[in-house]
């Protein structure tokens, strides 16, 4: 069955960051999602082959050439069929190239026109240079991840580049789209990391405010300084992690570590979590990570879970259970999520090579097929049966 967003088109201008994602999460629910590619390649940091770059699954590529006056005209051609644009260039630099927002709006008024950013539109940073360390840094995020007595610790790029990045992005664009709906009118999305991640923090800036947060890392409920949610190494190096938050849980996880609740200090008191700790972990050094597996098995109160690498995670039973990785094209893809009961997103195409369906995508989008050949010969566009430039 079609996904939710059957219909909807999105034009996504190839970057780093959240872009990409946001893409693949509207193309996941079933958007048309027009990737536009550089027609030569660029140095991005890192060169994965298009096949395992997963996130641009569900997408389709044409290559312009956007530094060229006739690449702006044909994407502003193609924008007046467009429901939605995605860029991820620095403030200022759509306009200086031509598709900035009041252009694209003459050719398309209800458009909706997403910027993904680190540090947003405007601001003493707007300009700077930054990637997902840098955007959680300032948000006061990164200080509060990390053991007590040691340096604050990177959180992949999970926290600002995709979900303060773009899964709020997506939400604003949608946000928009069901107004433009109404109204007619498109308008700007300010995708900022800083502010997404800064939303993220809201239930940690109630705890500041109230006097529930700790300023001290690894010193706090959440951050791995309360004994009963944290982890613990096993036996044979691997690692267990413990949730248990609720009293009911808490008397469900030491009743299987071989405890009496009653006995134990006080864990509400913040003075006993040292040795709390030291006890829980002197137990769990007993045993193997898979062997405490097995023993919680069949105790699903006590909020335990085996620490898992990235390449086991989907050997769980629960996780294989609920498919959440999905074999397309002989390559594990993440399941699209959230799920839908009646229309469901799907993984319907791999990731396609810069410039897979320029021919294809120009003409469905109403170009003549003489000015396609022209802009492929003059290197306007790019398509994937020609050689890539250099």
């Keep these: 069955m079609p996904g939710p967003l059957a219909g909807l088109k999105v034009i996504e201008i190839a970057g780093l960051g959240p872009t990409p994602s946001c893409g693949m999460l509207l193309g996941d629910m079933g958007a048309d999602v027009i990737r536009v590619d550089r027609v030569a390649k660029a140095d991005l940091g890192i060169e994965i082959p298009a096949r395992f770059n997963l996130r641009d699954r569900n997408k389709r590529s044409v290559a312009i050439d956007l530094k060229q006056p006739d690449g702006v005209e044909a994407l502003l051609k193609l924008i007046k069929h467009a429901d939605i644009l995605i860029e991820g260039f620095r403030p200022g630099v759509a306009e200086r190239l031509g598709f900035g927002p009041q252009a ?28 997902d360390i840098n955007y959680v840094a300032l948000t006061g995020a990164l ?26 992005l997506a939400f604003g664009l949608m946000c928009a789209v069901f107004e433009a709906r109404q109204s007619g009118k498109g308008q700007v999305v300010d995708g900022a990391i800083v502010d997404g991640v800064t939303g993220l923090l809201t239930m940690f ?4 405010q109230s006097g529930e947060l700790v300023p001290e890392r690894g010193a706090n409920l959440l951050d791995g300084g309360a004994p009963f949610y944290t982890t613990y190494p096993a036996k044979d190096g691997k690692h267990v992690a413990v949730g248990a938050l609720e009293s009911r849980f808490y008397a469900a996880l030491v009743e299987r570590m071989g405890l009496d609740a009653a006995a134990l200090p006080d864990r509400n008191d913040r003075s006993n979590w040292p040795a709390l700790r030291a006890l829980f972990a002197s137990i769990f050094a007993q045993r193997s990570r898979d062997a405490w597996a097995a023993h919680f098995a ?11 690498s990235l390449a086991e995670a989907n050997s769980h039973p629960h996780n294989q259970a609920r498919g959440m990785l999905a074999a397309f094209d002989g390559l594990d893809h993440p399941l699209p999520a959230p799920r839908l009961s009646r229309t469901p997103g799907a993984i319907t195409g791999p990731p396609p090579q810069p410039g897979a369906q320029t021919r294809a995508i120009l003409s469905e989008w109403g170009f003549e097929p003489a000015t396609i050949e022209d802009g492929i010969r003059q290197g ?6 020609h050689s890539r430039p250099a």
């Design 298 to 308: 069949d105790c699903p109160d006590a909020c335990f879970s085996p620490v898992l």
């Design 205 to 208: 800036h109630t705890m500041r």
């Design 143 to 168: 200080d509060m991840i990390g053991p007590r007595d040691s340096d604050p610790v990177v959180p992949l790029n999970l926290l600002g580049d995709y979900a303060g990045g773009a899964a709020y």
């Design 104 to 131: 694209c709006f003459q050719q398309r008024p209800s458009l909706v026109y997403g910027r993904a950013t680190g540090w947003g539109q405007d601001g003493p940073l707007a300009q700077c240079a930054g990637h």
């Design 380 to 385: 306007v566009f790019l398509d994937a049966t």
